[in-house]
């Protein structure tokens, strides 16, 4: 049996009916960037998490730079982040031309929370937190902490659409939560795409100007901005996933299940979920201490894997500036060496879940 790591097209041919009406009417209606579908979609996705406002965007990346931007955190400022990230969230801090500070993880992949304090100095201005692989983090805790010391708090949640920490959905924790409808995200577009969402309407004012080269009002532009839209044919087919985006969540958590009672090898350890937070599997990321062999068996029983993520962002080329070596996280970079996402997709056959869990249970 050959098994991917994603089936994108499983998603589609599910819907497909829905998603060709979508992409039609768009394509019929002679209106392709910032118009009804793109409103239309904001108000739906602010409803769904539960925020006042989204503001539709290019990309996930775009999202997070362009809030602290808007935050106004920069060149001297520093951001604490967890270390073992996909490095966009890096990025997101960087471009403004702020200092990323790393916080390892905890034992759930996201940042530990009792390990946060220690990191703050007076150039602290934020907390960005990653709800990496689909699992909320411990926004309690966090949420406390940038209270206390007065630090703003935008989340990265590229990977927890929908995802809720005692019943409270990602992204409205903090000043602005940012989302990627990358396509093989949980609510995933068929091309680019982002948004932030926030409960600030002074906030969301901004971003809309700011996204559209800094003009409210066309060919009067009030500051340098950028152009990064989320345009009517990726909002319309990005309504139609949101329609069932419970279901689709609903479906990983139901193969995570399988996987969790039926992996039984004691070399692997699978993702635990932390008392109160939800997790939407993003990806469904297991440890093994002989990682690299376990790969070539699966490969040779015809499982597809990835590493999320093999490089650690303080140990990329890129930011070989902030001098970091080998050895200064080490807790983010056991999990390089150790983390594997398995299958995990909507429209996994049964029989591909049993496949997968006999073919784990036989590695010796
Ligand atoms: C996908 C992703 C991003 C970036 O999103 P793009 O839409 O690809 O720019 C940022 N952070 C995390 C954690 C991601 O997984």
Redesign the pocket.
């Known amino acids: 049996m050959e098994i991917q790591t994603n089936r994108l097209d499983r998603g589609f041919y599910r819907y497909q009916a829905e998603f060709e009406e979508a992409a039609l009417r768009v394509l019929r209606s002679g209106w392709y960037i910032m118009g009804k579908e793109l409103s239309d979609f904001e108000e739906r996705f602010a409803k769904y998490v539960g925020a006042k406002y989204c503001v539709g965007l290019g ?4 999202a ?1 730079w362009m809030a602290f931007r808007i935050l106004g955190i920069g060149k001297g400022d520093e951001v604490i982040v967890q270390g073992n ?2 490095i ?2 890096v990025m ?1 801090i960087t471009i403004n031309g702020a200092t990323p500070v790393f916080v390892e993880p905890d034992e759930y992949f996201n940042i530990d929370a009792s390990k946060i304090e220690e990191k703050i100095t007076e150039k602290t201005k934020a907390v960005l937190v ?1 709800h ?1 692989y689909g699992q909320a983090s411990q926004m309690d805790k966090i949420t406390d902490i940038c209270k206390k010391h007065n630090l703003k708090l935008v989340e ?1 949640c ?2 927890s659409h929908g995802s809720a920490f005692k019943g409270r959905v990602t992204g409205t924790f903090g000043d602005i939560g940012c989302f ?3 396509p093989s ?1 949980n609510i995933g577009a068929f091309g ?3 948004a932030i969402v926030t409960d600030d309407e002074e906030i969301a004012k901004e971003m809309r100007i700011l996204r559209n080269y800094g003009s409210e009002k066309r060919y009067y532009n009030k500051v340098v901005g950028t152009n990064s839209r989320l345009d009517e044919i990726q909002a319309a087919l990005l309504k139609v996933r949101l329609e069932h985006a419970k279901e689709m969540n609903k479906e990983k958590q139901d193969v995570a299940a399988e996987y969790d009672k039926g992996i039984n090898n004691p070399l692997i350890k699978l993702p635990g979920i932390r008392e109160g937070a939800d997790h939407i599997y993003h990806q469904y990321v297991i440890r093994c201490k002989r990682r690299d062999e376990l790969i070539a068996y699966l490969k040779d029983k015809g499982i597809s894997t990835i590493i999320h993520y093999p490089i650690p962002p303080h140990l990329s080329q890129a930011y070989g500036y902030l001098g970091f070596k080998k050895g200064d996280l080490p807790i983010t970079e056991a999990c390089a060496d150790e983390v594997l996402s398995i299958p995990m997709y909507n429209g996994i056959t049964e029989e591909e879940v049993g496949y997968v869990v006999d073919v784990l249970n036989e590695f010796k």
């Open positions: 990309n996930g990346l775009d997070l990230t996909y966009a969230s997101g990653v990496l990265d590229a990977q990627s409808f990358y995200k680019d795409g982002g």
